[in-house]
């Protein structure tokens, strides 16, 4: 009897809980939906505006048009460039980082720690962007996306730093002690034993990397201003709006939009479990 | 003796090794990272445009901004704004996704892929996706209140700033909520399940274990998801700079968007660059977050001592 009294208590609680998830699912995937789907529709059909989301005829050459006429041919192999770069960089610099941090036992490495820490709480944003460019004037590196790749890699991302190093620290000592013993240097140490098992950290740091890479804008933006063949896709896309021609071209951007969104979708979409554990893991602990 | 000359041998040899893999990065932290800031700090002082001679004005540039520029005042109540806003809304959306999805639902793993979904991908697409879907005449969004017999007319979303801003806020929430619900979920699965049975056995229902063992056992968690959602709004410049790009008449400007336009300007209104003023405003702001923090993590203490 009062079994039964609980169940139908529960009940509209739990019902209440779906509803409210299904809501919430509706809100996340509306807004990807209504690109994906609106960018097959004419221009006039997306003018005219009105709540039906399916296209009444599937116009697959707004690709062909954005590709080609607003260039995101270019764009996108602008934005695999860079991106494959500071994946392969950051993957680099922050297990090396992680192993220093974590193993390092010169006064260097503990005061380059710290200020790296201080940094996080001082840190000015947007604002670094100007003397950031100044510096790349210097290095002749203004105008290209090599500015950008050489900040993100070498620029001491603190959270990878610090994702790098809770990882790290949790790989045993012993193992170290007993490469030293067989004659392993410090540096030897890192490169035969402790990177070859930070696969799941490298998998993570690559993750993120790729995603703040491909989704960057200010950045690039800054670099490539007078330099449109050189905008990585989400700084042309944006450009499509700020020039105008988006206001009278919305099919083009938003293929142009559907270009830049769907890589990152699929990579998502197969790699979710390494995305969401390592950014868990690296706020949690990190 | 010659055990002990080897190993200190290779004990040096060990530091140099650190040392020198460590250089590039660390020279690469001073030239992107620290270089800058002293520029700030050093161009502050001074009336420069980029081109002509700089003039050495001393803290002129100070003194404009905190007594002369409501704009820049302005701004900043529009960040703390969309700062507290966001906490107040997104943070207990975010934790009751969390506490839903890992409670044992149905799909729950399908929920957690859908709702991390928007942070995935770049803040200025979403910026650029929701003005189009809020757009006064075609938007989706009017279309759709249109259908359901809410609205008789359109709804001009980015015509005042109040309406602004809070579209902003919505769009804001929308791109993050789901790292916040990720956080949460990871410090729900490290409280430890036998806790829930113990206070089971003690007589305790779903809410009062909720507000008796779920809340003060996430407040480590939650000190930290605060401050990382307060730092993140305060430097929220992508999402306003294409959706809002300070519309209407500048009244939506944000303080990063604001100093943003004094060193590059954006869009249409490209006339005004002063790096000295830019400089001057960074620091101030920079100093405002600084205090801040310090002050959060002062009184917050209490939350990682539980």
């Known amino acids: ?286 | 003796m010659a055990k002990i000359l080897r190993k200190r041998n290779y004990d040096a040899v060990g530091k140099t090794q650190e040392i020198l893999m460590l250089l590039p990065m660390f020279i690469g932290f001073l030239m992107f990272v620290v270089y800058p800031i002293l520029w700030v700090l050093r161009w502050a002082l001074y009336d420069y445009g980029g081109y002509g001679a700089p003039i050495y004005i001393g803290f002129e540039n100070f003194i404009r901004a905190l007594t002369r520029d409501n704009k820049f005042w302005l701004a900043l109540i529009n960040t703390f704004y969309l700062a507290v806003m966001k906490l107040v809304i997104e943070l207990p959306l975010a934790l009751a996704l969390a506490f839903f999805v890992n409670k044992k639902v149905k799909g729950s793993s399908f929920f957690r892929v859908v709702f991390f979904l928007p942070t995935v991908f770049s803040v200025a697409v979403i910026g650029l996706v929701f003005t189009i879907l809020f757009s006064a005449y075609n938007g989706m969004v009017n279309a759709f209140l249109s259908f359901l017999g809410l609205i008789k007319e359109n709804i001009n979303w980015f015509g005042t700033r109040f309406m602004s801003l809070n579209v902003v806020l919505v769009v804001s929430i929308w791109s993050t909520f789901g790292l916040n619900m990720i956080y949460f979920l990871m410090g729900l699965q490290n409280i430890p399940k036998e806790l829930y049975e113990c206070s089971m056995l003690d007589g305790a229902s779903g809410l009062k274990q909720f507000f008796y063992i779920t809340i003060p056992l996430l407040a480590p968690v939650m000190q930290v998801i605060i401050l990382l959602s307060l730092l993140g709004t305060m430097k929220i410049t992508d999402l306003l700079l294409v959706m809002t790009n300070g519309q209407p008449g500048g009244q939506t400007e944000a303080v990063m968007t604001y100093i943003f336009k004094f060193f590059f300007g954006y869009g249409s209104n490209s006339a005004r660059m002063s790096y000295g003023y830019g400089s001057a405003l960074s620091i101030i702001t920079a100093v405002i977050l600084g205090i801040l923090t310090v002050i959060y993590l002062k009184n917050s203490q209490k939350m990682k001592d539980v």
């Open chain 1, 1 to 286: 009897m009062e079994k039964k009294q609980m169940k139908i208590s529960i009940r509209p609680a739990r019902i209440c809980i779906y509803v409210f998830l299904i809501l919430m699912t509706f809100i996340c995937l509306f807004p990807i939906l209504y690109i994906v789907l609106d960018s097959f529709k004419t221009n006039s059909e997306i003018m005219v505006g009105g709540v039906g989301l399916l296209p009444k005829v599937w116009h697959f050459e707004n690709y062909s048009k954005a590709w080609k006429l607003a260039n995101f041919s270019r764009y996108t192999y602008n934005s695999l460039y860079m991106s494959l770069f500071i994946v392969l960089g950051s993957i680099a610099t922050a297990t090396v980082e992680g192993y220093i941090f974590s193993r390092g036992t010169t006064k260097f490495s503990k005061i380059v720690y710290g200020m790296v820490l201080a940094s996080l709480f001082i840190s000015i944003g947007a604002m670094s962007l100007y003397p950031q460019l100044g510096l790349a004037k210097m290095l002749k590196l203004n105008g290209t996306l090599w500015g950008v790749i050489v900040i993100h890699v070498f620029g001491m991302n603190a959270t990878q730093a610090f994702l790098a190093t809770s990882f790290i620290n949790q790989i045993p000592k012993e193992l170290d002690e007993a490469a030293r013993i067989d004659g392993c240097s410090f540096a030897r140490i890192f490169s035969s034993i402790i990177f070859p098992i930070t696969k799941p950290l490298i998998a993570t740091i690559g993750l993120i990397s790729f995603r703040d890479a491909w989704s960057d804008y200010l950045l690039p933006y800054v670099f490539t201003i007078s330099k449109p063949a050189r905008m990585p896709l989400v700084v042309g896309v944006v450009n499509l709006k700020t020039t105008g021609i988006a206001a009278s071209s919305w099919d083009i951007a938003l293929a142009g939009i559907s270009i830049s969104i769907i890589p990152m979708l699929v990579v998502y979409l197969f790699l979710n479990r390494f995305f969401i554990d390592g950014l868990t893991e690296g706020a949690v602990k990190g």
